[in-house]
C-alpha cells in the first residue's frame, strides 16, 4: 500500500511519485491518495491564489496556522546578494523578480548566465501561478483536478476512485 495524504501537491514532480508509486505496488496493491487542494472548486482555487501571492510577494505576517516571515521573492533577493556581491541593487531586484519559482540551484546559474551573456529569465510572477521555496524545491500547495490525476494513475495502472 502507498499512503499519501496532503502532501502530493507540494512535491516537485508529483507525477513522478504516481509513477514511482505504480511501481513499487504489487498486483492488487492499493494507494492511498487524498489532498484538498481541488482546482475544481473555485472557492478553493482563489483562496489558494491568494495564498500564493502573500507567499511570493507579501505581505509578511500571520497566514492561516502559518507565519510568512520572508518572500519568497526576498529570499531569491538575499541569496543573490549574498552569491554575487558584485550585482548592483538594480540587477539584484531584475534578476529576484525574473527567476520566479526557480530553485537556489537554478538561480545561481540564472545569475551566472545573466554576468556571462546579459541574458535576463524570463520567469515573472502572475496571479494563479504556484510559487517553489528556493531552498528546499517544494511547490506551495499546487492545484489538482482529481479527474486529472485519475486519469494519470489509470494510465500508470492504478485502480482509482474518485
Known amino acids: 500500500m502507498v499512503f499519501c495524504r496532503e ?7 508529483p507525477y513522478a511519485f504516481l509513477d514511482e508509486a505504480a511501481r513499487v505496488l504489487k498486483p492488487g496493491g ?3 491518495l487524498s489532498d484538498g487542494n481541488n482546482a475544481l472548486n473555485p472557492l478553493v482555487r482563489r483562496k489558494t491564489y491568494r495564498t500564493w501571492q502573500r507567499f511570493e510577494k507579501g505581505p509578511c505576517g500571520p497566514l492561516g496556522s502559518s507565519e510568512i516571515r ?3 521573492e526576498n529570499i531569491r533577493r538575499g541569496i ?6 558584485d550585482l548592483s541593487d538594480d540587477e539584484v531586484e531584475l534578476l529576484a523578480q525574473n ?5 537556489t540551484a537554478d538561480l545561481l546559474k540564472a545569475a551566472q548566465d545573466y554576468k556571462a551573456t546579459g541574458a535576463v529569465p524570463n520567469s515573472r510572477y ?3 501561478k504556484c510559487p517553489v ?3 528546499t524545491g517544494m511547490r506551495m500547495e499546487m492545484l489538482f483536478s ?8 489509470g494510465k500508470c495502472g492504478i485502480d482509482s476512485w474518485v
Not at 502532501?7 to 514532480?13: G, L, N, T
Not at 543573490?80 to 556581491?85: C, I, N, P, Q, T
Not at 482529481?146 to 494513475?153: F, I, N, S, V, W
Request: proline share 5%.
Open 133 to 135: 521555496d528556493p531552498d
Open 126 to 128: 502572475a496571479f494563479g
Open 99 to 103: 527567476t520566479f519559482a526557480f530553485t
Open 70 to 72: 520572508e518572500t519568497l
Open 80 to 85: 543573490l546578494k549574498r552569491e554575487f556581491a
Open 146 to 153: 482529481p479527474r486529472r490525476l485519475a486519469r494519470y494513475m
Open 7 to 13: 502532501a502530493i501537491s507540494h512535491f516537485h514532480e
Open 30 to 32: 492499493k494507494i492511498f
